[in-house]
């Protein structure tokens, strides 16, 4: 069983000395390591200290919990539900701070510290959808646990910043304007909703109509199904189109200026 | 000149290192008897913005067992920990074997 703290805080193991054979000290750290705590492994004991456990090698898995039990003091009867991480990293030798990712993202995973794109609410991003490194116009956002490169933090080859896949310009996704259209579907489905005493067939029809978007960005369906409100989305678009706005006309006169304040990016 | 440190990640959320790579590597590191640091899964703790991160950056010369190293570079930065680019080298279990992954731990000290 695994024993965190509530507040989510894992211990460090200190695992020293010790007879353990070899496969004993695998079973060990594995077990250790799989009830989400951190090991080291040292030459010899270092001095006892408040945020770690001591323990040996040749002390069993079941004796060396305990103590870690012990030492957490209360052990979360139901622990948290599984979260694998998955949360867009930013290579920020590629990254030109265009907003797009910003811009596009409708769960509010980015924002902006000192004026550049921050990661801010990583548990908001969608399980497995890769969908804004692939609004990235220079690849510089990574998903470390995706299957494919570069999103998955392969080498960026030049053919990946051309590639299509890659490359999805926002403004003529699904023919032009992604929220608009996002937000005709949504209502589209609300409608059906209402409607259609058959809701699995007005989940088809939302289906359908964002296949291409699926498709294109490799967006599950679970997240398809579960964008926000079509209020959302349309503040969203509303704000994109500002920012768009805003944009056309300071590229006239002050071309390169970099924005300076959250409310330049329209968001 | 002292050794690099060893950094080994566990990769336990997400089933992108092989398991025989991992349990491989992590056997061998242990059945050598030299110090290193475990962790359950850098990304977990990224996303947390871990504080034990800090002591894990900041160690001078270090060996990082791990994935693709602009994923392990990005993601200590990202949690505000970043890695020096000088004397950190990633070794990446997605995609060479064990026995690569081991050598370039280990490296002449193996037993
Ligand atoms: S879309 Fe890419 S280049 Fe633009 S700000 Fe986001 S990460 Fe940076
Ligand atoms: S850093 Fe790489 S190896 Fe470690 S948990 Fe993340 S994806 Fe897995």
Same mark, same amino acid.
């Given at each position: 069983?695994? +024993?965190?703290?509530?507040? %989510?805080?894992?211990?460090? $193991?200190?695992?020293?000395? %010790?007879?353990?054979?070899?496969?004993?000290?695998?079973?060990?750290?594995?077990?250790?390591? *799989?009830?989400?705590?951190?090991?080291?492994?040292?030459?010899?004991?270092?001095?006892?200290? /408040?945020? $770690?456990?001591?323990?040996?090698?040749?002390?069993?898995?079941?004796?060396?919990?305990?103590?870690?039990?012990?030492?957490?003091?209360?052990?979360?009867?139901?622990?948290?539900? &599984?979260?694998?991480?998955? &949360?867009?990293?930013?290579?920020? /030798?590629?990254?030109?701070?265009?907003?797009?990712?910003?811009?596009?993202?409708? &769960?509010?995973?980015?924002?902006?510290?000192?004026?550049?794109? /921050? $990661?801010?609410?990583?548990?908001?991003?969608?399980?497995?959808?890769?969908?804004?490194?692939?609004?990235?116009? *220079?690849?510089?956002?990574?998903?470390?646990?995706?299957?494919? %490169?570069?999103?998955?933090?392969?080498?960026?080859?030049?053919?990946? $910043?051309?590639?299509? +896949?890659?490359?999805?310009?926002?403004?003529?996704?699904? %023919?032009?304007?992604?929220?608009?259209?996002?937000?005709?579907?949504? /209502?589209?489905?609300?409608?059906? &909703?209402?409607?259609?005493?058959?809701?699995?067939?007005?989940?088809?029809?939302? @289906?359908?109509?964002? @296949?291409?978007?699926?498709?294109?960005?490799?967006?599950?369906?679970?997240?398809?199904?579960?964008?926000?409100?079509?209020?959302?989305?349309?503040?969203?678009?509303?704000?994109?189109?500002? @920012?768009?706005?805003?944009?056309?006309?300071?590229?006239?006169?002050? @071309?390169?200026?970099?924005?300076?304040?959250?409310?330049?990016?329209?968001? | =000149?002292?050794?690099?440190?060893?950094?080994?990640?566990?990769?336990?959320?997400?089933?992108?290192?092989?398991?025989?790579?991992?349990?491989?590597?992590?056997?061998?590191?242990?059945?050598?008897?030299?110090?290193?640091?475990?962790?359950?899964?850098?990304?977990? =703790?990224?996303?947390?913005?871990?504080?034990?991160?800090?002591? !894990?950056?900041?160690?001078?010369?270090?060996?990082?067992?791990?994935?693709?190293?602009?994923?392990?570079?990005?993601?200590?930065?990202?949690?505000?920990?970043?890695?020096?680019?000088?004397?950190?080298?990633?070794?990446? =279990?997605?995609?060479?074997?064990?026995?690569?992954?081991?050598?370039? !731990?280990?490296?002449?000290?193996?037993?």
């Amino acid at each position: 069983m695994s +024993a965190h703290r509530l507040d %989510g805080t894992r211990i460090r $193991v200190v695992l020293h000395d %010790g007879d353990a054979d070899t496969s004993q000290r695998l079973e060990t750290l594995t077990a250790l390591l *799989e009830d989400g705590h951190s090991v080291t492994c040292a030459a010899a004991p270092p001095d006892p200290s /408040d945020d $770690v456990v001591l323990a040996r090698f040749d002390e069993s898995t079941a004796t060396i919990r305990a103590r870690v039990e012990q030492k957490i003091g209360r052990v979360d009867p139901e622990p948290s539900p &599984f979260w694998k991480p998955w &949360f867009p990293v930013i290579d920020y /030798d590629r990254c030109t701070n265009c907003m797009q990712c910003l811009t596009f993202c409708l &769960f509010d995973v980015y924002g902006v510290k000192e004026e550049k794109i /921050d $990661v801010q609410n990583e548990s908001n991003c969608k399980t497995d959808c890769p969908a804004c490194s692939r609004v990235c116009p *220079e690849a510089a956002i990574m998903f470390p646990k995706y299957k494919k %490169g570069p999103i998955n933090g392969d080498v960026v080859r030049p053919e990946d $910043v051309q590639s299509e +896949a890659m490359k999805v310009d926002i403004s003529t996704l699904l %023919g032009g304007d992604l929220y608009a259209a996002l937000r005709t579907r949504s /209502d589209e489905a609300r409608k059906r &909703f209402s409607t259609e005493r058959d809701e699995s067939k007005a989940l088809l029809e939302r @289906k359908r109509c964002l @296949k291409k978007l699926k498709k294109q960005l490799d967006i599950p369906d679970e997240v398809l199904m579960t964008l926000p409100s079509a209020g959302d989305i349309e503040e969203r678009a509303r704000r994109a189109r500002e @920012k768009a706005k805003r944009r056309g006309e300071r590229s006239q006169s002050v @071309k390169d200026k970099k924005p300076t304040t959250e409310d330049d990016w329209g968001i | =000149m002292t050794a690099p440190r060893i950094l080994y990640c566990h990769c336990a959320y997400a089933k992108v290192v092989p398991e025989e790579t991992k349990q491989e590597v992590l056997g061998r590191l242990s059945a050598s008897g030299l110090p290193f640091e475990a962790v359950t899964d850098l990304c977990e =703790m990224a996303a947390r913005k871990d504080p034990a991160l800090e002591r !894990l950056a900041d160690g001078g010369p270090t060996k990082i067992a791990a994935c693709f190293p602009r994923a392990v570079k990005w993601l200590f930065f990202g949690a505000g920990f970043p890695i020096s680019d000088d004397g950190v080298e990633v070794l990446n =279990m997605r995609e060479a074997p064990a026995d690569e992954i081991v050598s370039g !731990l280990l490296g002449e000290v193996e037993v």
